[in-house]
């Protein structure tokens, strides 16, 4: 594990983070839930390239995200089979806790939206369009409820 993902690990596991990327001297923090930190830093051309990460939970719609931000390395506390294969196939090392079949929702009923969206997606370009859409679908579902 390289050093800057071990310091990413260490600021995870204090418990006041989701979300923590290190090279160097220079560290991004995130208090968000999901996908959110990600996407944030995506909109916001945030240069990420050459960074470790260290994140909570990672399913194949985050596995996308961080291979589109041009992270080198990651630790994650759970990651699924799925984002492990996206990550391998675009050569970020991975460390985790444990690996699942599958991310489950919040609620324990059914799968990630998120890792569902993206159930059927190969190229990591095509991962924001879908996971903004199943987002927006949430909020919709969440307002009208």
Not at 101 to 116: H, L, V, Y
Not at 131 to 141: G, H, N, P, S, V
Request: charged share 25%.
């Amino acid at each position: 594990m390289h050093k800057d993902t071990a310091a990413a690990k260490r600021l995870l596991e204090s418990g006041h983070y989701t979300c923590v990327f290190c090279k160097a001297e220079t560290v991004y923090t995130d208090t968000a839930r999901g996908v959110k930190p990600l996407l944030s830093r995506l909109d916001n051309r945030v240069a990420l390239q050459g960074f470790c990460a260290a994140d909570k939970v990672v399913g194949k719609g985050a596995a996308f995200l961080y291979v589109l931000l041009g992270v080198r390395e990651l630790y994650a506390v759970t990651v699924s089979e799925k984002a492990a294969s996206v990550l391998q196939k675009h050569n970020i090392s991975l460390y985790y806790n444990t690996m699942v079949s599958g991310i489950r929702n919040r609620t324990n009923t059914g799968p990630c939206p998120m890792e569902d969206a993206v159930r059927d997606i190969e190229d990591p370009k095509d991962a924001p369009a879908a996971i903004r859409q199943r987002l927006a679908e949430l909020l919709k579902e969440k307002t009208s409820a």
